[in-house]
């Protein structure tokens, strides 16, 4: 237990981190676009969301890490707007902080359409933080005894960050060209009689 | 069935082969006139197809001739004409035994039918369904449109109703704030879990000890278990906190408790503590209070009185809590909750899990009841009894009420002309899939009525022609040849006439109407009753419902209104409340009561015993206006701040409900079941008015106050929003028809025609309006394409998405003289005309034609007399 408890010492120790940190770098603007990073910090390769509220409604928008384009996503169109967009920290990201930039998707030199938000993202080194997982189930033997598992409070716990669900995969694809309907190859000889059946409306 | 206009609509050109098995490269075109007038033809969407003997299979869709229906087709009655061929026009006409049976005409009328606006609000929840848990308020999340990447789980939910019920318009109305229940701010939550219990032992890897074996098996009373017996659980599975135990066996210890030996599991987070609450999945609890989500709507839904659609209230739940149903609505309200599942079910590509739900529980709140259909209960085992009856009232008219079990979505029909996903692209499906009726079909080609408890779900003709009758386009089901059955007595739903709205109003002496609501057990003869709400100036849906609670089948008890000397005023039947998904045991009522300035008691009377009553408060409540501020925050948005002056003599407890009036006249509530006096809003959400006004109603149970605020200072309103609403794909050939689809709805506008809809490009500018726009010359490279939609007020809204068009493919055209051949054809056929003669015609050599032959003539027949001139000179003797 008293391994359980360093832990949980490190994973409180790693949340008031990151709640500091992510007091420290909200980004309102004259316009009140907020743009956070939940967490705006953690280790390269790890999935972080991109929140933004308050941007214009039903507008492409752009994440930027360092200025290479992470994620795209749409502000949506609640008024006042609020979505998230997930991204992955690139693997190759140095230690220390980043600038991560978001923005209405445009064609300007920044990829942008007007001012971006910015906010910072500190890359640290993977740290062990105790994920509370069910251990391997026991064998469910009628009879048998089950290993006890360590215990925590109910229910004082904050929610994770919860998994978007994915959308459907883009359809990248170009739509096939029929065959025009000059001439359909070449006409057989034996021809039989076309006729039509049915006309169904749905 | 009919049609109803502007909905998405599909031709599909069934061919059949005379004298072959098949014949390849089939073809055609679909015209369409109106009053005579031609008003276009397409090409199909699919083809050239393989034509076989017989027309081939209605579930195949490529084979037919499929014609997506241009939308300016889609009104009034429109003749649609198809006509065929392979290989090329000519042989029509020199190779086929016949040509008359290449053309083929129908007469369609599309009819109007009333929009449906979904006003989605989220439902506040916790985890456990308990306060202190963590919060799991589902997040609308409602992204720009449907198209990829991303898109809005909750609009791919929503756009079911275009794809189960029969509409061409849904709006998207987001109510301002999450709702909650009533003493919410005494600690009461929703809870809409299944029966609980409590986690009192040690956790045990997965392996928990729980409070009570009871809810684990069907039939308590029948088992007396005995400890340190592992015995088989009816219900499977314990939802705790984030997981879910998927339980073996289970023993009872010596201290009492239940000891859980699971088999599986899901989930993860934090690992649960004694004290901890369970639900046991397939365990219903005692007494459900899951309708309490639409109960709230419910009081937003009564005050709500814009007149000219059709409107849903939906409770959205966050879809990974531990909820008794998928969905639930409660009848007569106009309200439904339904979890927020954004999966597709497993065994066709195209049956989307929430989609479906919304539809069904949306069916409900149109009156459909139940179709039985499956049996299969917890332990799977059939029992003879359907299982949709444990959720709420089967539809004795549907015509699977009398075949049960066999269930099919229609009858046998060897024409078998139904069912077609119009609306696929709005789940992003690639291909269209067409719906069988036929009972012996495969997935993804079965399905089962949308109103029965099988799965996937599909709008079967009978409640469909009920869905038509709902949202105004009349269909009579004994017409179409459905095999329905007539109604011994009216019970509701379907069954029931529409009150007629010119009868709807208040009896002799009301001043308005008073909703109540309350139980009845029938066992123990006892009841309950409270007030829920008081509308001094019925809405026209309040009065249509109270008109139509004298429909009762069967009444056994009513709700009366007396005055102070014991006189009736008033006589209200009380019916079985129509709650789908709900047991029948204790009847749990809401009714509207006629206000009378001298009522001094209702009654819920029972065979002429006194089960409830509840006297009326001796004082009515008074309430004052402060004054209502606008003022802006450091953020530059504008908070509108209430105060109100509310008090009861009687000292009964007040609750407040707030409303809003952008025109003056129409009322929404902003926020109800208040218990202070002072409320704060984002004036940003509210919708434009020029000299709004709000109103607080305070209520002490039986009497109720309602004061109505001067103007206040003009609210800008809101913008208009777009959806784009389906995309074929994100690349297309160079010169190929791309079909930009949007619609459009403004909070004051309501919904939007589809001139204000307007599209542009990044690289080819302006490109026209509509909410539907084909074009097929756009630049070769990648567009941003941007819909832009523009009400009233001039306040926009756009949305954008990428496509690209690649120059490197190129879509071929069609040869000028084919189009040409078919209009002729057309035009003969439309005039009664000989075909074969008018092809001929139009495929004859014009003389423009023919010229350069000529020429190539001319300069021969020159030459070679020429040349005979030079050799006859050449040969005369000098």
Known sequence: ?202 | MPLVADRRTYARVHVGVIGQPDQANTYGALEARRNGQQIGWVWPENGPILAKLGGGSRVQTDDTLNFRLPQAWLDGEVTLRAFVYSYSLATVFEKEAEWQNNLFAVDVAFHPAQPLTVHLAPAHLHRSFHPDDVDRTYDPDLDADLLPPGGSATLRIVHGLYRYHPLAQVNVDVLTAPIEPMDHDDGHEFNLGWCQTTMLGNWNGGNPEIADWEPLVADPAALDPVVGTWYEADNEWLAILDRRIHIHHWQLTETGLADISMDDHEGDGPMPLPGTPVFVQGCRPEPAVSQEVNQTLALYRIFYDWDDEEDLFVGMVHPDLPTLFGGQSSGGTDSVWVRMTDTFGTTSAWWHIGAETLAHEAGHAAGLKHVPCKDGDADHEPDGVPDELAGGAIDPSHPNALTFPVCNLAGPDPEGFYGFDVYRLRWNLPEPTAISNDPGQAAPNKAWPLMSYRNPGWADPYHYCRLLDFYGVPCDPTELGIPWSEPDAPAGGPLTQPPDPDDAELPPGAEGLIGLRGSIDPATETGSLEGAFLLDTPTPSALKKFSGQYIVAEVTHKLVVLDAAGNELASVPIQQHDTAHEELESIDFEVLVPLFANARSYQIISAGRDLAHLDVSPTAPAVTWDPITQEADTFGRVKVQFHWDSSDADGDPLTHTLLYAPDGEHWQVLASQLNESDFEFLQQALPRGEAPIFQVIAFDGTRAASAVSAPVKPVPGLPPSAIVSGMKATTYPSGAEVALQATAFDPEDRTMPGDAISWSSSLDGELGTGSELVVDDLSAGFHLLTATVTDSDGLTDTTSFELEIDGSVIQPRPDPSVVSAIDAIFAAAASGEDLATAYEAASAPSLGDLLPWLVLAFVLVGAAAGGALWWRAKRRPA
């Open chain 1, 1 to 202: 237990m008293a391994r359980v408890g360093r832990a949980w010492a490190r994973w409180a120790a790693t949340l008031v981190a990151a709640a500091l940190v992510m007091l420290a770098f909200p980004a309102p603007t004259a316009a009140g676009a907020v743009f956070t990073l939940l967490p705006s910090s953690g280790f390269a390769g790890s999935t972080v969301v991109a929140h933004g509220e308050g941007f214009p409604r039903n507008q492409p928008i752009s994440v930027r890490w360092d200025g290479s384009l992470v994620a795209s996503g749409n502000s949506g169109p609640l008024r006042p707007t609020k979505f998230d967009v997930p991204f992955v920290v690139p693997s190759g990201a140095a230690l220390g902080s980043h600038t991560v930039i978001m923005c209405v998707t445009g064609s300007g030199a920044t990829g942008c359409s007007g001012p971006p938000e910015t906010a910072i993202f500190t890359v640290v080194i993977p740290a062990v933080t105790p994920t509370p997982t069910l251990p391997p189930p026991p064998t469910p033997i009628p009879g048998s005894s089950a290993t006890a598992a360590p215990t925590f409070p109910f229910p004082t716990f904050p929610i994770g960050a919860e998994t978007p669900t994915p959308g459907p995969l883009p359809i990248a694809v170009v739509t096939p060209a029929p065959t025009p309907p000059n001439q359909l190859g070449e006409i057989p000889e034996d021809f039989p009689d076309l006729w039509i059946k049915a006309i169904e409306v749905t």
